[in-house]
């Protein structure tokens, strides 16, 4: 039938009206815009009608006005003609949309713009709350919408986000979520993640999100700042992902384009630029820069990358690194990095572990062996541990340092130490025991022999024999300087300053010298005569041949009116002044008296040849300067080569430069001659022996009388009643005539 007509033609009414005390009852069908609406109990008011359904029917209308196809059965009907709405109310039974593809709980709305709705729709995996749906013939839209997406049995949450647009294309079975103008959040529970993106994508046959933010637009301040996207100042661009489980301590990365298969529940975030973790930046291989992630937010491993750290500083630096990320404090890797010398040569060190410490530092570890040849320098090889810090500027190596030079003589071995090294200035710490990585324990500088048959030349090689004495024993750092082309064995202020007092030990591949400064210790034991030395003990590696220039001090009882004789005579005698400019001079004076006191005296004599006060530490019985001394093979002995520079006698300041000749023998019997040649045939001899007794002589009779009338107790030492240390008394003419004939034999 055509039907009735309705308010002025809003609609059709098909089949009986019954008019009664009850009103206008109306049963059949009404027919509005694309609806139609069956019930027995059509109740018509002037201006509206309202039922209990029966059933109605929604037909899909595709030209003009877009409306979907639909039914639903029992469901409140009013209707409003002169409002143009007719208005379905949600019932327990749901409204079934688009060919039944989805379910509709809620109120619906059919107007001549349109069905709108309001309510929770399902679709697919898919559950969809809003105000406001716009439900077009094939798509609907919600401009403010809540979302949720759920695993194929509806029993998981795999996406979810509030208040955003949605579109659903039910003819391509796509979906798109947007926010207007804005960023938006959503979750990923199954993953473990959130997002900041502007658009995400749902192919609905293939279960696939894709979140996407153009590169163009870079997120807000709130959000890279809150978790720390930037990178050197730069926030890298698309969709923020941030890890919200607590073991993962919020681990974020940015991704211009990223795919989510919410069947197998993985994600593919590509175009991934950088990880911040820990205190270090992973820079991903633009090759590899996929991050892939599954359920519970694990994350496949990364390849090829490279890694910082600390970020910062960039102190370290980690390439073709692979690595397991946990969570932003959290990783463990392998990569290598390239250690580059002084020179320029790189050599390679595999770092088997990186990884973080309990502080959320980086911390790597390697291990380099023997066979791979490694060099800190090319004066150094290493084997051993190596530790990078991400706090530390350099390496830390643990391990040992192994010399190149050529002698060998010198066998050369790996000698432990455990420090940071700077690659351009290489400083091995070393401390007095020296050892080997094998506990061994080895030695450095010019050694005398116990039985005095030789002196010999150590540099961190053994020793002959356990009671060899060592001229010096340096502590700090082995060093290879280059200005100078040698090894340094010193202080780290020494080393840098080299014309300041310390104790140093120097190998001159060059020169094949080994050269020992400082305060030496010759192997010459004067008991109750203390004798020190000061200078550089210079010893060549293959002949063995042994030089000394310096000072020599000579500390014994004596009587005093016959040291004052002797120091009136060498003033009076000898005419050639000391020079304490001298570089040997001065080098002897710093290590005997300490920098400043040396430069004082040096700046006092430059003014005057005798200043009125002089150091204590600089008075002595004997005090000998400009000495130079050789290691004599035959005799055993150090022997002066050249005129003797006598300082001051007693305390008494002479500054004089005598001939003559002293003799140490550290042998057996530790004896010393020290024989003066002041000219016209004046002379002064001292021999000391190991038994304690001092002998002097001399031909001018001043000097011999006041020792002769000395009594024995003051010029002896005793230690007790029977035993007495040291004596002195007048030399014998044999004695004198012993030394005189060593001195003539010397002089040839």
């Keep these: 039938t055509t039907g009735v007509t309705l308010y002025k033609s809003k609609g059709k009414f098909y089949n009986t009206i019954k008019l009664s005390n009850e009103g206008l009852i109306g049963k059949g069908s009404i027919k509005y815009l694309s609806s139609m609406s069956n019930s027995n109990d059509f109740l018509f008011f002037p201006d509206s009608c309202v039922s209990i359904l029966k059933s109605m029917t929604i037909e899909r209308t595709l030209l003009g006005i877009e409306y979907p196809n639909g039914n639903a059965k029992q469901h409140l009907m009013k209707w409003r003609p002169y409002q143009n709405t007719m208005k379905f109310f949600k019932d327990k039974t749901p409204f079934n949309l688009y060919d039944n593809q989805v379910t509709f709980n809620g109120d619906l709305v059919i107007e001549p713009l349109g069905l709108r709705g309001n309510g929770i729709l399902d679709v697919n995996t898919a559950t969809l709350s809003s105000k406001n749906f716009d439900l077009a013939a094939y798509t609907f839209k919600g401009d403010t919408s809540n979302v949720v997406i759920y695993d194929d049995k509806r029993e998981n949450k795999l996406f ?424 040997n001079s001065r080098a002897a004076l710093r290590e005997l008296l300490g920098d400043g006191k040396a430069e004082a005296i040096i700046a006092s004599y430059a003014k005057t040849p005798t200043p009125e006060k002089l150091p204590e530490e600089y008075l002595h019985t004997l005090t000998l300067t400009d000495m130079q001394l050789r290691w004599d093979k035959k005799s055993r002995s150090y022997i002066s080569k050249v005129d003797i520079g006598i300082a001051n006698i007693g305390g008494k300041q002479v500054n004089r430069k005598v001939k003559g000749f002293i003799e140490l023998m550290p042998y057996q019997d530790h004896r010393m001659y020290l024989h003066l040649d002041l000219g016209n045939n004046q002379f002064y001899t001292f021999v000391y022996t190991s038994a304690g007794n001092m002998f002097a002589s001399s031909t001018n009779e001043a000097f011999n009388t006041p020792i002769a009338k000395t009594s024995n107790k003051k010029r002896s030492i005793k230690q007790n009643m029977w035993l007495t240390l040291y004596s002195y008394t007048n030399a014998d003419d044999r004695l004198v005539d012993i030394v005189a004939a060593r001195y003539k034999q010397l002089k040839k």
């Design 160 to 583: 979810a986000s509030d208040g955003i647009a949605s579109s659903i294309d039910l003819k391509s079975y796509q979906g798109k979520f947007e926010k207007k103008n804005d960023i938006f959040t959503s979750f990923y529970p199954d993953l473990a993640y959130l997002a900041y993106a502007k658009r995400v994508g749902w192919d609905m046959n293939n279960q696939l999100l894709t979140v996407s933010t153009p590169e163009s637009l870079q997120l807000p301040p709130s959000i890279t700042d809150r978790y720390a996207l930037a990178y050197e100042g730069k926030v890298p661009p698309g969709s923020a992902f941030v890890a919200t489980v607590k073991e993962q301590d919020s681990l974020c990365f940015a991704s211009p384009m990223a795919y989510y298969n919410m069947r197998n529940k993985t994600l593919q975030a590509n175009k991934v630029r950088h990880l911040l973790i820990a205190d270090a930046a992973l820079i991903l291989n633009p090759k590899r820069d996929t991050v892939t992630l599954h359920t519970k937010g694990f994350m496949d491993k990364l390849y090829k990358a490279d890694l910082y750290a600390n970020r910062q500083t960039k102190s370290h630096h980690f390439y073709d690194v692979d690595i397991s990320v946990g969570g932003r404090n959290g990783f463990n890797g392998q990569g290598l990095y390239s250690y580059i010398d002084k020179y320029g040569k790189v050599d390679t060190i595999t770092f088997g572990t990186i990884t973080v410490d309990r502080e959320y530092k980086t911390t790597a570890f390697a291990n380099i062996m023997d066979e791979d040849s490694f060099f800190l320098s090319p004066y150094f090889r290493f084997k051993g541990k190596v530790t990078a810090f991400s706090d530390k500027k350099h390496l830390t190596f643990d391990g040992g340092a192994r010399l190149t030079h050529k002698y060998e003589s010198l066998p050369k071995n790996w000698m432990r130490f455990t420090a940071e090294i700077a690659p351009d200035s290489v400083m091995i710490p070393i401390s007095n025991p020296y050892q080997t990585v094998d506990k061994i324990r080895v030695y450095a500088g010019t050694y005398l022999r116990r039985d005095s048959l030789s002196v010999y030349p150590t540099f961190f090689t053994g020793r002959k024999y356990t009671e060899d004495s060592a001229f010096v024993q340096p502590n700090g750092f082995l060093y290879y300087n280059d200005n100078g082309s040698y090894y340094q064995l010193s202080s780290i202020d020494k080393i840098r300053r080299p014309n300041t007092a310390g104790d140093m030990v120097s190998l001159y591949s060059d020169f094949d010298l080994l050269v020992n400064e400082g305060k030496l210790k010759l192997g010459v034991d004067l008991g109750e005569v203390k004798l020190a030395t000061a200078g550089k003990a210079v010893q060549n590696i293959g002949s063995k041949e042994l030089s000394f220039t310096g000072m020599v001090t000579l500390d014994f009882l004596f009587n005093t009116e016959a040291l004052n004789v002797l120091a009136a005579d060498v003033a009076a005698g000898a005419k050639t002044a000391l020079d304490y400019s001298t570089p």
